[in-house]
């Protein structure tokens, strides 16, 4: 999935205004400007429209991870380099404090219908025998269900 659609729907979802964009995004160590924030959430097709790179996404995710649930002790987490749906769909599911039931109730929102141990598998590490790779139809479901949830006008 394109990560400026999963900034826009996230920010969508939660109502964040571009200050609490830019304080995500500073929670986790990355000084960025309205400006910037702007030019992510513009609408595919605008010409003003800049690529949120896959560390800048993973930085704002690390940010709402600790808007959420709070600062760990220690350093802050390092942002990754390359990210795909698992990991995108891990770090909403961290920042939102779910377990296995509440993300397949999230998913009944947007009427999929997925069992445990399918859902285990996409938070497996790629190597094990049993990982499956996110599809964005997955992911797009999944945020569908979280703003069904969590955005009282939906």
Request: proline residues 3%; hydrophobic residues 40%.
């Amino acid at each position: 999935m394109d990560n400026n659609d999963v900034l826009r729907r996230t920010r969508f979802i939660f109502d964040f205004s571009d200050s609490k964009m830019v304080t995500l995004f500073g929670l986790s160590g990355q000084q960025v400007n309205r400006e910037q924030v702007s030019a992510w959430l513009k609408k595919e097709g605008d010409p003003d429209l800049v690529e949120c790179s896959d560390t800048e996404l993973a930085i704002f995710l690390n940010g709402l991870i600790i808007d959420k649930r709070g600062k760990k002790d220690g350093p802050l987490p390092v942002p990754e380099k390359k990210l795909n749906n698992n990991i995108i769909f891990r770090k909403l599911k961290i920042a939102l404090d779910l377990k296995a039931e509440d993300i397949l109730g999230i998913l009944a929102l947007a009427g999929v219908k997925a069992s445990k141990h399918e859902l285990s598998a996409f938070f497996r590490r790629p190597g094990h025998k049993h990982y499956r790779d996110c599809n964005d139809q997955m992911l797009r479901n999944f945020l569908k269900g979280v703003q069904l949830r969590y955005r009282t006008d939906s």
